[in-house]
């Protein structure tokens, strides 16, 4: 399994952007990747999810108004989040699993960043 670091986090105002970025240790061209959040109180939280070939997927939530994407030779996914609201304040993990299926669930990720956090202000 790989190592992730993840970066980009910050305060912002509601209605700016963030662009998250979760760089890999090894090479991710053959894995699901996946960003989840946890905010104080609340259970760890599906927000985006890509798969080797560059399909994906995200939580209702977020939906037009986040994208992931992803860098196989860079070995870097990101997560552009654009409107971003105070209710995105949270935790941000990126996750990865060696797989050819799309993943959205955590239990399906063997691989996790240490987290960086987003804080949306009113």
């Known amino acids: 399994q790989v190592q992730l670091v993840e970066s980009g986090g910050g305060l912002v105002q509601a209605g700016g952007s963030l662009r998250l970025s979760c760089a890999a240790s090894g090479r991710i061209s053959r894995y699901a990747m996946g960003w989840f959040r946890q905010a104080p109180g609340k259970e760890r939280e599906f927000v985006a999810a890509i798969n080797w070939s560059g399909s994906s997927t995200y939580a209702d939530s977020v939906k037009g108004r986040f994208t992931i994407s992803r860098d196989n030779a860079k070995r870097t996914v990101y997560l552009q989040m654009n409107s971003l609201k105070p209710e995105d304040t949270a935790v941000y993990y990126c996750?990865?699993?060696?797989?050819?299926?799309?993943?959205?669930?955590?239990?399906?990720?063997?691989?996790w960043g240490q987290g960086t956090q987003v804080t949306v202000s009113s």
């Open positions: 996750a990865a699993q060696a797989s050819g299926s799309m993943l959205y669930e955590a239990a399906d990720f063997g691989s």
